[in-house]
């Protein structure tokens, strides 16, 4: 079955500073890998994800993610954090059932805290 | 546009109690699912539908039911409600056509089970 895991329950970061927050995946096949934020009180958001083609994937709000194949991860990085990506980030994984249905496997979750 | 609308956004059951979170989507999408969040366990999906009339079991199925009778709406059931279901609920939707569509997510119903 496929399965992303986040290592980290909680990552602190300065303003200003570089972010990165960590997801490694477990799948069959080709991978399709996506993060998502959560800001309290709301559901997911997309931010970006990576099908096919290359490795560095830029997304919504700054961020970009690196896919590293051989390393199995699947990386969110910013340059620059704001207190305001202050949330939740989700990494998830898809596979497909009989009806070429894509299901998700989330990751258990980061809590990024921005600090001014 | 509003995307997709989850009601009610708080609920309080007591054991033993039935009830339906109601969920609806109005940008004609095909997919929609049922997760439950937890703290520490992700997102873990319920139920799912690819369409009207069509619907398939997700990794926590027990204890619910789920319909699809139009595109529009997916509620799920709780047909007899335990304290293990104290938890948010959220509802997505996205297109089944193409690429790998993003799901699009409802800002989720938070149930209490006493």
């Known amino acids: 079955a496929q399965s992303v895991a986040q290592p980290e329950d909680q990552v602190n970061v300065a303003e200003g500073n570089p972010l990165t927050v960590k997801c490694t995946y477990s799948v069959s096949g080709n991978p399709y890998l996506f993060w998502y934020v959560q800001y309290p009180n709301r559901g997911l958001q997309f931010l970006l994800k990576y099908i096919t083609g290359d490795n560095l994937v830029k997304g919504s709000y700054g961020f970009e993610a690196e896919f590293n194949k051989s390393q199995t991860s699947f990386h969110l990085k910013k340059p620059s954090a704001l207190v305001s990506d202050s949330a939740l980030y989700f990494c998830a994984v898809r596979d497909l059932d009989r009806y070429n249905f894509n299901k998700f496997y989330f990751g258990s979750g980061t809590k990024l805290n921005v600090k001014p | 546009n509003a995307g997709v609308t989850q009601t009610p956004k708080f609920q309080v059951l007591k054991t033993g109690q039935s009830m339906t979170l109601q969920c609806a989507q109005d940008m004609n999408h095909e997919y929609m699912s049922w997760y439950r969040q937890d703290p520490g366990m992700g997102l873990r999906l319920i139920h799912y539908?690819?369409?009207?009339?069509?619907?398939d079991q997700g990794e926590v199925p027990n204890g619910y039911n789920v319909s699809r009778s139009t595109t529009e709406d997916f509620p799920l059931r709780l047909l007899s409600a335990a304290p293990s279901q104290t938890s948010v609920y959220f509802c997505?939707?996205?297109?089944?056509?193409?690429?790998?569509?993003?799901?699009?997510f409802g800002d989720g119903t938070r149930l209490s089970i006493l």
């Open positions: 539908s690819v369409g009207a009339g069509i619907t």
């Open positions: 997505a939707s996205r297109h089944g056509q193409g690429d790998v569509q993003p799901q699009h």
